[in-house]
């Protein structure tokens, strides 16, 4: 059984700079997809980031060029590098993943969250001017 545990959240001030963690345990296909999603009371979660087992990314437009996936596949560890951060930025963060899937990053960066199968229990991020 895939887990997935995220660590790294914390308060920043606005511009600053944060690192998030997930740690991939389990069961791995060799297809996949992991994603970061974030989600603020009263909204709706939303897709940030998603990397695919080849190593395409995908971000959503509020964060490219800001925001940073990555993988470290020896040791099952998914990044999320933040940086310029925004107060819009704050929410909670979660690491996700869809597995097997043979879906590229972009369109699984297009898919509902429900369509991400496991999913880790989040870690806040909290962005203040």
């Known amino acids: 059984q895939l887990e997935l545990k995220e660590s790294g959240g914390g308060s920043v001030q606005v511009g600053g700079s944060l690192r998030l963690s997930c740690v991939v345990s389990?069961?791995?296909?060799?297809?996949?997809?992991l994603g970061w999603f974030r989600q603020d009371p009263g909204k709706e979660r939303e897709g940030v980031a998603v990397?695919?087992?080849?190593?395409?990314?995908a971000y959503a437009d509020s964060v490219k060029g800001r925001f940073t996936i990555s993988e470290d596949k020896d040791n099952k560890i998914v990044y999320l590098e933040m940086k310029r951060l925004k107060a819009e930025d704050t929410a909670v963060y979660y690491c996700a993943a869809t597995a097997p899937s043979t879906l590229s990053a972009t369109r699984a960066l297009g898919l509902p969250p429900h369509e991400f199968n496991r999913w880790g229990q989040g870690t806040q991020v909290t962005v203040s001017s």
């Open positions: 389990g069961y791995m296909f060799a297809s996949y997809c």
């Open positions: 990397i695919d087992s080849d190593g395409d990314t």
